[in-house]
């Protein structure tokens, strides 16, 4: 053998296995994640404001693994939605309100994943449009004018809605004036037409000829809430007294230094609804005619139109079944 040769390859080999061994000691740690799945919700869409309180849940997942249990929960709430499952579509009931949804799915080799969503439910707003005057709350005319004649917009506006005009009528219950009883035959009118804060009104009772008038006007609003209308008023002279209206049990009480009315019955109220932090409000577009699909199409995806505007149902009558579900 050529000795030459032979030497450049004895070097050779030295010189490989000096790379290998360089090699070998610079190690390096390796992180593989396994993700067990992917979970796709389709619905509901994060940061939405649904008019409905039935939403539809919907998703599927793709994963080698056994599914052993889907979990939805809302707020803290736990509630189970399927078992050994991939996909699920169904209309769930939400309160209203700010919802944080997670969907979190276990597998059967206790791998698990899971899944946010936030979005909120908004089925009590009031819907105002824009008039000469100003916004306005939004009646079943108007609503009609708009869904036959107008392309318009559903925006909802996260600030207070517009203050609500008022218009209330009651009677009986009893009166006493300057501690002496009155009696039944007691009345009181009261209306506002902007606002309740300019409300005034006009309180009557009579015990055979004598006769109780007070003319009065709202001096502030102690309370306005889901159950009760509470304002403090006052008469020309200063006469001062608290009238209560108590919402669910439709009375008034009115309690002043010189004269009360208790359980007045509300035979008559319009507006008077509770000031609220968010209303929709309806921008108007283009006007063009629409046919009746048109408007049903509308209407599915503005449940809040049935649900404030009942005598609206003649529009989608053929469809009353499904409608009546988003309720």
């Known amino acids: 053998m050529n000795k030459k040769i032979l030497g450049i390859l004895i070097v050779g080999i030295i010189a490989i296995a000096g790379i290998v061994s ?12 396994i993700v067990p799945g992917i979970l796709n919700i389709m619905s509901p869409v994060e940061g939405n404001i649904y008019q409905s309180n039935h939403i539809p849940v919907t998703f599927n997942l793709t994963s ?10 809302d707020n803290g709430a736990l509630s189970p939605l399927c078992s050994k499952c991939k996909s699920f579509s169904e209309n769930i009931f939400f309160s209203e309100g700010n919802h944080s949804v997670t969907i979190k799915v276990e597998f059967e080799n206790n791998n698990s994943i899971e899944k946010k969503i936030n979005f909120f439910i908004d089925s009590m707003s009031d819907i105002y449009l824009l008039s000469s005057g100003g916004l306005k ?3 079943s005319k108007d609503i009609t004018n708009y869904l036959f004649n107008y392309d318009f917009s559903v925006i909802y ?4 809605a517009p203050e609500d005009s008022c218009s209330i009528r009651a009677k009986g219950g009893n009166a006493t004036i300057n ?3 009155f009696g039944t035959i007691n009345k009181l009118n009261f209306y506002s037409v902007s606002s309740i804060e300019q409300g005034q009104g006009e309180l009557y009772a009579q015990k055979n000829r004598k006769v109780f008038s007070l003319k009065f006007k709202v001096d502030k609003i102690i309370e306005n809430s889901e159950e009760f209308l509470i304002i403090e008023i006052s008469g020309k002279n200063n006469q001062k007294a608290v009238l209560e209206f108590d919402r669910v049990s439709k009375k008034i009480n009115i309690n002043g230094e010189d004269f009360s009315f208790a ?26 005619q629409k046919n009746i699909d048109d408007i049903r199409n509308i209407l599915t995806q503005n ?9 609206l149902k003649f529009l989608f009558s053929k469809y009353w079944w499904f409608f009546q579900f988003f309720r």
């Open 64 to 73: 080698p693994y056994n599914v052993k249990n889907i979990w939805l929960i």
């Open 303 to 311: 449940p809040i139109f049935i649900k404030k505007y009942e005598n």
């Open 137 to 139: 709350k939004a009646s």
């Open 157 to 160: 506006k996260n600030e207070p």
């Open 179 to 181: 501690e002496e009883e």
């Open 263 to 288: 359980d007045l019955n509300v035979n008559f109220i319009e507006g008077c609804t509770m000031k609220k932090s968010h209303f929709y409000f309806l921008e108007k577009e283009a006007k063009v």
């Open 22 to 33: 360089a090699a070998m000691t610079a190690t390096q740690n390796l992180t593989v994640t």
